[in-house]
Nanobody, 117 residues
């Protein structure tokens, strides 16, 4: 079965940085065949798209994170990354990894990111 395992979350001060990772295993297709994305959900709010990366490597970002976050993937390692710089308190949320290919749509269990002084 498909597993997406996120890691790298934690507590960081405003202005700090974190790097999230998402390792995929058990996928039906090769990792490179999946469009990948990071979503986040803050308490009391809907889950929202943070950044996505198409199969061809084209990135896309939410306006709120442009210039601060960078999404990348290493297909050889079946891993998706999210480099988060200049973090703000409003970035506090559970961050989820998502993988989509054809009718398959998979989610990780999430990793908590808390930005606070």
């Amino acid at each position: 079965q498909v597993q997406l395992v996120e890691s790298g979350g934690g507590l960081v001060q405003p202005g700090g940085s974190l790097r999230l990772s998402c390792v995929a295993s058990g996928t039906v297709f090769a990792f490179s065949a999946y469009a990948m994305a990071w979503f986040r959900q803050a308490p009391g709010k809907q889950r929202e798209l943070v950044a996505s990366m198409a199969r061809d490597g084209t990135p896309n970002y939410a306006d709120s994170v442009k210039g601060r976050f960078t999404i990348s993937r290493d297909n050889a390692k079946n891993t998706l990354y999210l480099q988060m710089n200049s973090l703000k308190p409003e970035d506090t949320a559970v961050y989820y990894c998502n993988a989509v290919a054809l009718r398959f749509n998979h989610w990780g269990q999430g990793t908590q990111v808390t930005v606070s002084s």
